[in-house]
């Protein structure tokens, strides 16, 4: 039996295609007890670091540790709670067992296999400075595209010096001090970082996972400094020759494959 379909088209609605920008969360633990400890010490002076992100789980690293027989059941109910406690919108899972997926089917998630997560670039850099943990990493579309990409944002420019306790975060941009940043101050992008002054506070640049960002100062003296969520504080002090002179953070690879801060003089 044929079936024929008209030819007129509905004028109520129209079906496109969409992207979704999404943040990734490679989950490498199903310690959520542990998972909430670390989430506190890096977003807990942040409250609104994340603005209802939609986000996917990537349960991949999960899979090195079932093949050694360790046990990688997740209370996903819990898991969402946390994540929403945080202004992020979990929706899809990839990358997990079959018993992983079916538990975060039950728990409301969706099924993301093809989500595409960035890994961080296999640059080269000379120099070097200490890895502390590995990045956190933001994945893009999991459906697919035709609106128009929107224009990028400028980057946000601040004139007057960051005192003790100020936090700016340039959301989906780069940041540009124009002032110090003095011991104390904060200052987050998801691009790049530049300071045309002394860099005495906190700078974290590629915070959404953006391996690509960098961190520029004018006199690098940092409390800490972080790419794409590696970072180094002042308790392991900079070479003498980057230390309160011009310099650059960028994120490298390491022979293992880890990824590395490194830090080098501009115009060197």
């Known amino acids: 039996m044929s079936t024929i379909l008209s030819a007129?088209?509905?004028?109520?609605?129209?079906?496109?295609?969409?992207?979704?920008?999404?943040?990734?969360?490679?989950?490498?633990?199903?310690?959520?007890?542990?998972?909430s400890r670390e989430l506190a010490q890096r977003f807990?002076?942040?409250p609104d670091f994340f603005d209802n992100d939609p986000l996917v789980v990537d349960l991949t690293p999960l899979t090195a540790g079932e093949s050694?027989?360790?046990?990688?059941?997740?209370?996903?109910?819990?898991?969402?709670?946390?994540?929403?406690?945080?202004?992020?919108?979990?929706l899809a899972v990839r990358g997990g067992s079959d018993a992983q997926t079916e538990a975060a089917l039950s728990a409301g998630l969706i099924q993301a296999q093809d989500a595409m997560v960035q890994r961080s670039v296999p640059q080269r850099e000379a120099s070097a400075e200490p890895?502390?943990?590995?990045?956190?990493?933001?994945?893009?579309?999991?459906?697919?595209?035709?609106?128009a990409p929107a224009p990028a944002l400028a980057?946000?420019?601040?004139?007057?010096?960051?005192r003790s306790?100020?936090?700016?975060?340039?959301?989906?941009?780069?940041?540009?001090v124009m002032a110090m940043?003095?011991?104390?101050?904060?200052?987050i992008a998801d691009g790049h970082i530049h300071v045309y002054a002394p860099l005495r506070g906190k700078a974290i640049a590629g915070a959404r996972g953006n391996a690509d960002a960098r961190i520029f100062a004018l006199v690098m003296e940092p409390e800490l400094i972080s790419i794409a969520g590696i970072y180094r504080t002042s308790e392991n002090a900079l070479p003498d020759s980057?230390?309160?002179?011009?310099?650059?953070?960028?994120?490298?690879?390491?022979?293992?494959?880890?990824?590395?801060l490194v830090i080098k003089p501009i115009g060197a």
């Open 8 to 35: 007129s088209a509905p004028t109520s609605f129209e079906i496109k295609s969409a992207n979704l920008p999404l943040v990734a969360l490679l989950l490498k633990s199903t310690d959520l007890e542990q998972l």
């Open 165 to 176: 306790g100020q936090q700016v975060y340039a959301r989906g941009r780069d940041l540009v």
């Open 242 to 260: 980057v230390q309160g002179k011009a310099a650059q953070v960028a994120l490298a690879p390491d022979d293992d494959g880890t990824d590395k």
């Open 68 to 90: 050694e027989g360790l046990s990688t059941a997740l209370d996903f109910a819990a898991l969402i709670d946390l994540l929403r406690s945080y202004r992020l919108q979990p």
């Open 131 to 147: 890895v502390h943990e590995p990045p956190q990493v933001s994945a893009p579309q999991p459906a697919v595209a035709q609106a």
């Open 155 to 162: 980057a946000m420019v601040i004139d007057k010096p960051l």
């Open 181 to 187: 940043v003095n011991p104390g101050a904060e200052v």
């Open 44 to 46: 807990g002076d942040m």
